[in-house]
């Protein structure tokens, strides 16, 4: 049987096949279907598994990342939504938090608002904070609100009232309504996707969820058909932001959980390769087509966010803390108005591409540079199977170069040193910023683009370490054949954190816990497979955010406050540089992460080649490096012929089908048991 996972990215589909029998490994790409991605992925599937030798029958799993709700919401081709809220916070959708996207720019403009005005309905009933009932809901003005988003055409509904996260009665019964009157919309509540208190940003994330469900829905009874006509016999699942995985039921009730779908994957499959690699501390650097994604992972437990901001949306729900820039493979290099060199975020996709790719593009991107330079193969890529026009990339490039007075090869090297300066300055959020030496880090390089800039990325950072996995083109795609099937539930309950608290926590996660058990059983996860992690969000009382603390496994009872303000307090340090340990210190949202454990792909260790890594020379190439000033003749080695403990230096490259590797003058690379290339930067 073979396991089976895909990544549907913005230019390229990857796909990952992995053998149960022998751990074999075999990795395929087609170029990505935009119009619609299910068509990509069932071919892709297809034509790996015949590489493969295989048939679909043989397919005992099948996971994919999406960027199908991500894509819907940056281009705003969402489903016709509406809104019915408590009365008075009609437009809390537009007010929001009243701050401006970029404090010094007077023209920034805020996302377009999801719902317009005509469509938000307001209702009377009101919660106190308490959960008691201050206004019974009317129902009336429900059943109106419905009909008349009907009439104005809406295909989905999203309700969400004051302190409902408290008690959810009201929004129970007020879908119940909705649905009498409009049994083919998609319906969402606020408790079901973030049952937390802060209203605005619980508003925006239902009704993203609302804005998105038909789209998702669309696109997963387009996906089901298609896999079934190709022969694929199992369900597939969706990864999940939080770098789990869900049915497919599940992505259609909650399709904001695939916001961050296909990126959350790449951080798993990072985890597990440094981890494998004997390092804790690592940068997940993932550089594809369109984007670049980076996380940063602490003693090999990745970060969880718990709100997020997508593309000006605020989320509040649990994802992978990664940071994205628009800094691809794909991305398009410009002049600016002032004479001046900006790469992205615009990206020329799958269609038409880089120039080179010869399909109609004409803007030069990233790719293009590469190609001039020839750090990137000049004639093909993908193993031969997409040819590359260099002549055609240098023309464009050409034009480009005539507008800052400089040559093709200075303007190449010019974007090449934009993109990377874009992207160390991801890393720098993420790192820096947050109270973390990039030193302390290694760099775990993969994405199709990733491997080939990591080296003067982790130069600009003085990161001492690279790891290039031994198929990162395809990580994100191998990242769903070691995800666990995930989801979490919260529950905001505020409450000091002091003698007599305890029992109150018991009961929430008592609570918590119950909800945990129903999705096992919902998900059919046996019971030796089930594992729960909790956590409490905690401030210092008057503070408007709060810090993730560990919920202290083990002997339990009053002894466990005391861990927890410890926790509360390493953490604070940590962000914010001191403790202060006068003030009274307060949890406030309660969280617990279940977890059903599946079949993970066995990654295998390798023996010694016992050949020299001279004998992976597959030729020659002038490649021009900024570092010698002109073109340097490197050794190209097919990395497929490079085998566990190989040794070579830079400046060299290393190709294969879903990647290339830059080495620079003065940096070593030794290939390790699972074939993963570790580099040493050097100065």
């Given at each position: 049987?073979?396991?089976?996972?895909?990544?549907?990215?913005?230019?390229?589909?990857?796909?990952?096949?992995?053998?149960?029998?022998?751990?074999?490994?075999?990795?395929?790409?087609?170029?990505?279907?935009?119009?619609?991605?299910?068509?990509?992925?069932?071919?892709?599937?297809?034509?790996?598994?015949?590489?493969?030798?295989?048939?679909?029958?043989?397919?005992?799993?099948?996971?994919?990342?999406?960027?199908?709700?991500?894509?819907?919401?940056?281009?705003?081709?969402?489903?016709?939504?509406?809104?019915?809220?408590?009365?008075?916070?009609?437009?809390?959708?537009?007010?929001?938090?009243?701050?401006?996207?970029?404090?010094?720019?007077?023209?920034?403009?805020?996302?377009?608002?999801?719902?317009?005005?005509?469509?938000?309905?307001?209702?009377?009933?009101?919660?106190?904070?308490?959960?008691?009932?201050?206004?019974?809901?009317?129902?009336?003005?429900?059943?109106?609100?419905?009909?008349?988003?009907?009439?104005?055409?809406?295909?989905?509904?999203?309700?969400?009232?004051?302190?409902?996260?408290?008690?959810?009665?009201?929004?129970?019964?007020?879908?119940?309504?909705?649905?009498?009157?409009?049994?083919?919309?998609?319906?969402?509540?606020?408790?079901?996707?973030?049952?937390?208190?802060?209203?605005?940003?619980?508003?925006?994330?239902?009704?993203?969820?609302?804005?998105?469900?038909?789209?998702?829905?669309?696109?997963?009874?387009?996906?089901?058909?298609?896999?079934?006509?190709?022969?694929?016999?199992?369900?597939?699942?969706?990864?999940?932001?939080?770098?789990?995985?869900?049915?497919?039921?599940?992505?259609?009730?909650?399709?904001?959980?695939?916001?961050?779908?296909?990126?959350?994957?790449?951080?798993?499959?990072?985890?597990?390769?440094?981890?494998?690699?004997?390092?804790?501390?690592?940068?997940?650097?993932?550089?594809?087509?369109?984007?670049?994604?980076?996380?940063?992972?602490?003693?090999?437990?990745?970060?969880?966010?718990?709100?997020?901001?997508?593309?000006?949306?605020?989320?509040?729900?649990?994802?992978?803390?990664?940071?994205?820039?628009?800094?691809?493979?794909?991305?398009?290099?410009?002049?600016?108005?002032?004479?001046?060199?900006?790469?992205?975020?615009?990206?020329?996709?799958?269609?038409?591409?880089?120039?080179?790719?010869?399909?109609?593009?004409?803007?030069?991107?990233?790719?293009?540079?590469?190609?001039?330079?020839?750090?990137?193969?000049?004639?093909?890529?993908?193993?031969?199977?997409?040819?590359?026009?260099?002549?055609?990339?240098?023309?464009?490039?050409?034009?480009?170069?005539?507008?800052?007075?400089?040559?093709?090869?200075a303007t190449a090297q010019g974007i090449v040193s934009v993109v990377t300066a874009t992207m160390a300055r991801a890393i720098r959020v993420?790192?820096?910023?947050?109270?973390?030496?990039?030193?302390?880090?290694?760099?775990?390089?993969?994405?199709?683009?990733?491997?080939?800039?990591?080296?003067?990325?982790?130069?600009?950072?003085?990161?001492?370490?690279?790891?290039?996995?031994?198929?990162?083109?395809?990580?994100?795609?191998?990242?769903?054949?070691?995800?666990?099937?995930?989801?979490?539930?919260?529950?905001t309950r505020l409450m000091p954190v002091t003698a007599g608290a305890w029992a109150a926590m018991v009961e929430t996660f008592e609570a918590?816990?119950?909800?945990?058990?129903?999705?096992?059983?919902?998900?059919?996860?046996?019971?030796?497979?089930?594992?729960?992690?909790?956590?409490?969000?905690?401030?210092?009382?008057?503070?408007?955010?709060?810090?993730?603390?560990?919920?202290?496994?083990?002997?339990?009872?009053?002894?466990?406050?005391?861990?927890?303000?410890?926790?509360?307090?390493?953490?604070?340090?940590?962000?914010?540089?001191?403790?202060?340990?006068?003030?009274?210190?307060?949890?406030?949202?309660?969280?617990?992460?279940?977890?059903?454990?599946?079949?993970?792909?066995?990654?295998?260790?390798?023996?010694?080649?016992?050949?020299?890594?001279?004998?992976?020379?597959?030729?020659?190439?002038?490649?021009?490096?900024?570092?010698?000033?002109?073109?340097?003749?490197?050794?190209?080695?097919?990395?497929?012929?490079?085998?566990?403990?190989?040794?070579?230096?830079?400046?060299?490259?290393?190709?294969?089908?879903?990647?290339?590797?830059?080495?620079?003058?003065?940096?070593?690379?030794?290939?390790?048991?699972?074939?993963?290339?570790?580099?040493?930067?050097?100065?």
């Amino acid at each position: 049987m073979w396991r089976v996972g895909v990544d549907a990215g913005g230019t390229f589909t990857d796909i990952c096949l992995v053998d149960e029998a022998s751990g074999g490994i075999r990795v395929w790409k087609v170029p990505s279907t935009p119009d619609d991605p299910s068509r990509a992925i069932a071919l892709g599937v297809v034509e790996g598994l015949r590489a493969a030798g295989a048939d679909a029958a043989a397919v005992g799993y099948l996971g994919h990342g999406t960027t199908v709700a991500t894509n819907a919401l940056l281009q705003h081709r969402g489903a016709p939504t509406g809104l019915i809220t408590t009365e008075g916070f009609r437009d809390l959708l537009e007010i929001g938090r009243q701050r401006r996207p970029h404090l010094y720019d007077l023209q920034a403009d805020k996302p377009p608002t999801l719902v317009p005005r005509a469509r938000r309905f307001e209702v009377a009933e009101r919660l106190r904070h308490d959960g008691r009932v201050e206004r019974a809901l009317d129902e009336s003005q429900v059943r109106t609100a419905a009909r008349a988003l009907r009439d104005a055409g809406a295909r989905s509904i999203a309700v969400c009232f004051l302190y409902c996260y408290v008690d959810p009665a009201h929004e129970r019964r007020a879908r119940e309504i909705v649905e009498e009157e409009l049994p083919e919309a998609f319906v969402t509540c606020s408790h079901e996707v973030a049952p937390e208190f802060r209203e605005y940003e619980r508003l925006s994330t239902v009704v993203v969820n609302a804005y998105l469900g038909p789209v998702m829905d669309g696109y997963i009874a387009r996906l089901g058909p298609r896999l079934a006509g190709a022969g694929v016999r199992v369900p597939a699942h969706i990864t999940q932001s939080n770098g789990g995985v869900m049915s497919l039921e599940t992505a259609r009730a909650q399709p904001v959980g695939a916001v961050l779908s296909g990126p959350a994957t790449g951080v798993v499959g990072g985890l597990d390769v440094g981890l494998r690699a004997g390092f804790r501390s690592l940068v997940t650097f993932d550089m594809g087509g369109t984007s670049t994604d980076v996380s940063l992972i602490e003693d090999g437990r990745p970060r969880l966010a718990r709100e997020l901001e997508v593309h000006g949306y605020p989320l509040k729900m649990p994802a992978l803390d990664i940071h994205t820039v628009g800094a691809g493979g794909g991305s398009i290099a410009f002049v600016d108005p002032g004479g001046l060199l900006k790469v992205g975020p615009r990206s020329a996709g799958a269609v038409p591409g880089p120039v080179c790719y010869g399909l109609g593009g004409e803007e030069p991107t990233v790719t293009d540079a590469n190609v001039v330079l020839q750090t990137l193969n000049p004639t093909h890529l993908l193993g031969g199977r997409m040819a590359i026009d260099r002549a055609r990339a240098a023309a464009a490039i050409h034009r480009l170069a005539g507008s800052l007075g400089l040559d093709v090869m200075a303007t190449a090297q010019g974007i090449v040193s934009v993109v990377t300066a874009t992207m160390a300055r991801a890393i720098r959020v993420i790192s820096v910023q947050r109270g973390h030496d990039s030193r302390d880090y290694t760099l775990v390089a993969f994405g199709g683009a990733g491997p080939l800039h990591a080296a003067r990325l982790a130069r600009e950072l003085e990161i001492p370490r690279i790891v290039v996995p031994r198929n990162p083109g395809i990580l994100c795609a191998l990242g769903l054949l070691l995800s666990d099937l995930k989801t979490n539930f919260a529950q905001t309950r505020l409450m000091p954190v002091t003698a007599g608290a305890w029992a109150a926590m018991v009961e929430t996660f008592e609570a918590l816990e119950r909800r945990a058990a129903a999705w096992f059983d919902r998900e059919g996860i046996a019971p030796g497979a089930r594992a729960v992690r909790r956590t409490v969000d905690m401030r210092y009382a008057g503070q408007n955010y709060e810090l993730p603390v560990a919920f202290p496994d083990g002997p339990q009872g009053e002894a466990v406050l005391g861990e927890l303000r410890a926790g509360f307090e390493r953490a604070h340090e940590q962000i914010y540089g001191y403790v202060a340990a006068e003030e009274p210190i307060q949890a406030v949202t309660f969280r617990l992460e279940a977890v059903g454990a599946v079949r993970r792909a066995e990654l295998r260790a390798h023996p010694p080649a016992g050949t020299e890594a001279s004998t992976a020379i597959v030729g020659r190439r002038d490649v021009w490096l900024a570092e010698s000033a002109g073109f340097a003749s490197c050794p190209v080695y097919d990395r497929d012929k490079l085998g566990a403990g190989h040794r070579l230096d830079g400046p060299a490259v290393i190709e294969q089908m879903d990647a290339t590797t830059l080495l620079l003058a003065g940096q070593t690379v030794v290939v390790d048991p699972y074939l993963n290339l570790i580099v040493e930067v050097g100065g």
